[in-house]
């Protein structure tokens, strides 16, 4: 039943057509080509929020993190040309992540439209190959179309349909189980909730599965569970890689198996893995685009775990003591040889040790996060919601905007984010978004070590010595975050951490931590020095 509606312009309805669907924070940044539209977001101030952003790109990460969080299409508004092209990240961190997301671009007038006016871009072109499939969607909106004036209705909220697994491929899945003798699971990819999570995590409970969660998305499956191994990404713990290539059959529910996961496409080898493969995607366009699968299923998360969990498990299992030590391998992997004089491992450790456990995690992109990724034990989704945010694409500069966006959406929660220094200089702009509209419970730690460490390890790796381009020169962060309005302190060794820390959750204010780290300390497992001593040696032999 559509709700009657009066004349109104046709900007307005389009931000009632949002509140209808149960949007109540849009993020952006204002553009002339989009005016009705903020007119719109002002008349119906009460019940959704425009929040306005220092750039374009920053929006839309915070666009991406909203939709991660909610399962709902996170929104953002950018006008016409440069603020789309600023949008792209955004959006490129959405499709890869498959994560629900509109972007709503401003468009020249319709009459003056394919004669390159002031701004105008074929969006078509530009945006077609990123919006195919599951995740975001580009919607473009011609100047003169939204000061029209309309009394088109406002139509009920609309819930997605959702693909249920057949019936038969469920049959073969269950005998594919049945016959493994060394099964694995990686789960991954977006549509997952507490439902879902919680029934995937009782399938593997009852028969007895080892499950790792695939590149950054490590909280769809408790990390204290017995069942955990890891996750499969950057920086893999090596027995967790070598147990997935010893598979016999590997379960993917979910993820693209993309080239993090699957460590440069090595631990599966495509088109035809040496393990018997069933791939579970909600997107047919991606079944069998990279591997020709035993057993493929086009089917929600949603829908998939609950089918899933209904299958019947054996009496016994096989694979009981593969699954035993493949928990006891990542219980090996979380301890971490002393680093001095600032241990990024004892860091991320006493963070998760006095932080809430609703905390929400955040980072881009850069050499710090392996200490995230492998010393974090991310809490399953159903106890408390999402609890990581990160992308998949490798994006620098999303981890502060969409931990603003988490701490805006979620006051009650407390978000950290963790940057290097490289990334947090890409979006720190927005730290004056989160004080402008009154983020709270947000710490921002930033892993100053003054280089591009990811780009210097590749070169120390493969031109041992020759440094180019991958210093950096850096401000004093502690100041700059004060004059955006947090709390700060500099952080120079292991016993400093603590006290800081513990302070910003007690204070109940926005702050930043900045962490000075030795650029020698480039990885969880390796030193620039070992790397240039080792790679020298190959070149020299």
Known sequence: MTLATPHR???????????????????????????????GFHEHRDRIRFIACRQEGGASFMADAQGKLSGRPGICFVTRG????????GLHTAFQDSTPMILFVGQVASDQRDREAFQEVDYRQMFGPGTLGTGPVVLVLPEDMLTCDTDAPVLPRVEPALAWPAPGALRELRSMLMAA????????????????????????????????????????????HPNYAGDVG??????????????????????????????????????????????????????????AADLMLQASMACAAKAIETLAPPTTVAWGEWTASAHADYEANHIAPAVAPLDMAVVVKTVQRLAPADTVYTNGAGNYSGWLHRYCRYYALQHHGRTQLAPTSGAMGYGVPAGVAAALLYPQRTVVNIA????????????????????????????????????????EREYPGRVSGSDLFNPDFAALAKAYGFESS???????????????????????????????????????TAMRTAALARKAG
């Open 234 to 291: 950057i920086g893999i713990n090596p027995k967790l890689a070598q147990r997935v290539i010893d598979a016999d059959l590997i379960l993917a529910i979910g993820p693209r198996l993309g080239e993090m996961t699957t460590s440069g496409y090595t631990l599966l080898k495509a088109p035809r893995p040496t393990q018997k493969l069933i791939h579970v995607h909600a997107g047919a366009e991606e079944l069998g685009r990279v591997y």
């Open 181 to 224: 003798q060394r099964p694995f699971v990686i789960v991954g990819g977006s549509g997952w909730d507490a439902v879902s999570c919680d029934a995937l995590q009782r399938f593997a409970e009852g028969w007895n599965l080892p499950v790792g969660c695939a590149f950054r998305f490590q909280d769809l499956f408790d990390n204290r």
């Open 82 to 89: 440069p603020g789309a092209t600023n949008a792209s990240i």
């Open 420 to 459: 290097g220094d490289g990334d947090f200089l890409m979006t720190g702009q927005e730290l004056a978004t989160a004080s402008g509209y009154g983020a709270k419970r947000l710490v921002s730690i930033v892993v100053d070590n003054g280089t591009y460490g990811t780009i210097r390890m590749h070169q």
């Open 490 to 528: 500099t952080v120079r060794k292991t016993a400093e951490f603590e006290p800081a820390f513990a302070a910003a959750l007690e204070s109940g204010k926005p702050t930043l931590l900045h962490l000075l780290l030795d650029a020698d300390v480039s990885t969880t497992r390796a030193t620039l």
């Open 9 to 39: 312009l046709a900007g307005h309805a389009l931000v009632e057509a949002l509140i209808a669907q149960g949007v109540d924070t849009a993020f952006g940044v204002p553009g002339e080509s989009f005016l009705a539209v903020l007119d």
